[in-house]
């Protein structure tokens, strides 16, 4: 990731903006997370402290203080923050502390005053949920959870997304093969659907525009999207997310929408999707929404 990061400073090093949208874009495109208090307070729950008699209790070696001192510690409320410090304590008893145990396994999945070991932190998971530990059963189940890329996430996060990237990445818009690549570099090896499901084409419609067509694996959910197709004209710099959605409207009833979004998915246009629902078709009314305006979102300079 620190590769990809330096490449796209020194690509816009004189454009702030567009180096934030480049890396909110990474961070939402490989699904880069972080270890947030909720997943401590799974372990440790939070009660009201004296720290300073927080501190001598641990020190006495009491291993309820030590676990809510890491606490404190990780999260800085009481004490300055201190990740390496909230790792050593929990560290030092957790070969008689199965709760200590679990909160190590949660600082080394997320990297918290350690390296990150996720396999290793898996271990401890494994170890414990067969001792009948439903906290460590509970957090396997949310890794396994966040460790698979969903169809979800390819229609409404990865798509959209590559349009940042079209400028210094174009075959990143016609290859597949390529998402999939990103993906596994960024630890993404679980798919809840089949990549073969997914096709990608460039559709020629004028020397400065270019329209990218892609068929996506059927889903049961709403929404979801069949057809989607990512618009790019280089005169205006104008782009866009066209899709045919399944999704309800405002009776609660399911139907099939035409929608346009730009690259942060705010949806600028919205009619019903008529006629068969055909690639062929999807994109004869594409090339129509194209022609149409669309409310033009101020980028923030914060």
């Not at 809840?192 to 997914?198: K, L, P, Q, T, Y």
């Not at 942060?264 to 919205?270: A, F, G, H, R």
């Given at each position: ?5 330096v ?21 939402a ?23 300073d ?18 606490f ?6 009481n004490?300055?923050?201190d990740?390496?410090?909230a790792?050593e304590?929990?560290?030092?008893i ?9 909160l ?10 350690t390296a990150p ?16 530990n439903e906290k ?6 949310k890794?396994e959870?966040?460790?698979t890329?969903t169809?979800?996430?390819?229609e409404?996060?990865?798509i ?10 174009p075959?990143v ?11 596994s ?5 679980k798919?809840d659907?089949s ?5 990608a084409?460039?559709?020629k ?6 329209m ?12 979801s999207i069949?057809?989607g197709?990512?618009?790019?004209n280089?005169?205006?710099n ?12 405002q ?5 099939l ?6 690259n ?28 149409k ?5 101020e980028?923030s300079?914060?």
């Amino acid at each position: 990731m620190q590769i990809l990061f330096v490449f796209l400073q020194n690509k816009l090093r004189n454009d702030m903006k567009h180096i934030k949208i480049y890396t909110v874009a990474i961070l939402a495109l490989f699904g880069v997370s972080s270890i947030s208090a909720q997943d401590i307070d799974e372990v440790i729950k939070e009660t009201t402290v004296n720290i300073d008699s927080l501190i001598t209790e641990a020190n006495n070696g009491n291993e309820d203080a030590i676990l809510e001192l890491s606490f404190e510690y990780y999260r800085g409320k009481n004490v300055e923050e201190d990740e390496d410090k909230a790792f050593e304590l929990a560290a030092s008893i957790a070969d008689k502390n199965e709760k200590a145990l679990l909160l190590v396994a949660n600082y080394l999945y997320y990297g918290a005053g350690t390296a990150p070991d996720q396999e290793g932190a898996k271990i401890i998971l494994r170890q414990l949920s067969k001792k009948g530990n439903e906290k460590a059963t509970s957090f396997l189940a949310k890794i396994e959870e966040d460790e698979t890329y969903t169809v979800k996430n390819l229609e409404y996060v990865l798509i959209p997304n590559l349009i940042n990237f079209s400028t210094f990445m174009p075959d990143v818009l016609t290859e597949p093969d390529s998402w999939k690549e990103l993906l596994s570099a960024f630890g993404k090896e679980k798919f809840d659907f089949s990549w073969e499901d997914i096709s990608a084409e460039e559709v020629k419609i004028g020397k400065e525009q270019h329209m990218y067509v892609y068929t996506l694996p059927t889903s049961d959910e709403v929404p979801s999207i069949i057809f989607g197709a990512i618009y790019l004209n280089d005169k205006n710099n104008d782009n866009r997310y066209i899709v045919l959605e399944k999704a309800y409207n405002q009776l609660g009833v399911e139907h099939l929408a035409l929608r346009t979004y730009n690259n942060e998915m705010d949806c600028l246009l919205d009619e019903p999707f008529k006629g068969a629902i055909t690639k062929a078709n999807f994109i004869k009314l594409a090339k129509k929404e194209i022609k149409k305006p669309v409310p033009i979102k101020e980028a923030s300079e914060d």
